[in-house]
């Protein structure tokens, strides 16, 4: 089954602690993005790549850092995370940047 | 800048009525457009897209237009029902740098439709 998997689905850390959210897809997708979507904000990009060991910075970078080293994979890591990086982050991947896939959502709380 | 504005919410509607979500852009070059819904609990899927000027996207009996000349795309249904309810989001994707292109999303449009 195509997909976009993320984990883990919900944490709960506290600020400071690094932490990584992995993202795999399984559709040989060269685009992959983060996003965060927060109320009264809508879906906010943080960072995209369209290929292995391309990455760029989105809306909202800070803070945050990525890495590309296989089409697959696409983690997303918090080196010192804080409380307002609290928020429900979505991992999505396409063939170009048109119809995109997205995971089902982490939902991370730093406390 | 490249943007997006949609109509705020919520939009609370009976079953059977006319629903009509506004979205206006504005972007660098031609942009592809798009409609995203969010179902409670669950991740963005595709509606509906239109890739140039005068395209008509449509699905589930949604359609949206690509109208160029006043830089919008609104989301229209003639009939809604209960199962419509969703948060949902016009976006577009615009060429950015060596990384390829990127997504821009409104903030969202919540619709409760009610029996």
């Known amino acids: 089954e195509a997909q976009v998997t993320q984990n883990p689905r919900y944490l709960i850390t506290v600020t400071g602690k690094k932490l990584t959210v992995t993202c795999s897809q399984n559709?040989?997708?060269?685009?992959m993005s983060w996003y965060r979507q927060d109320p009264g904000l809508g879906l906010r990009q943080i960072y995209y790549?369209?290929?292995?060991?391309?990455?760029d910075k989105g809306d909202v970078p800070e803070g945050y850092k990525v890495s590309r080293k296989e089409k697959r994979n696409f983690p997303l890591i918090l080196e010192s995370p804080s409380p307002n990086q609290t928020s429900l982050y979505f991992c999505?991947?396409?063939?170009?940047?048109?119809?995109?896939?997205f995971g089902p959502g982490t939902r991370l709380t730093v406390t | 800048g490249n943007s997006v504005t949609q109509m705020e919410g919520p939009v609370t509607l009976s079953e059977e009525a006319f629903l009509t979500i506004n979205c206006t852009y504005t972007?660098?070059?031609?942009?592809?457009l798009f409609w995203y819904v969010q179902y409670p609990g669950e991740g963005l899927q595709l509606l509906l897209k239109?890739?140039?000027?005068?395209d008509k996207g449509s699905n589930k009996g949604f359609e949206a237009t690509y109208r160029k000349e006043t830089t919008s795309f609104h989301l229209e249904k003639g009939s809604v029902q209960v199962s419509d309810s969703a948060v949902y989001f016009c976006?577009?994707?615009?060429?950015?740098?060596?990384?390829?292109?990127?997504?821009?999303f409104g903030k969202g449009t919540t619709l409760s439709v009610s029996s």
């Open positions: 999505a991947s396409s063939l170009w940047c048109e119809e995109q896939y």
């Open positions: 559709m040989n997708h060269e685009y």
């Open positions: 790549s369209m290929n292995v060991e391309v990455t």
């Open positions: 972007a660098t070059g031609y942009p592809s």
């Open positions: 239109a890739t140039k000027a005068d």
């Open positions: 976006a577009l994707s615009v060429l950015a740098n060596q990384a390829g292109t990127a997504l821009i």
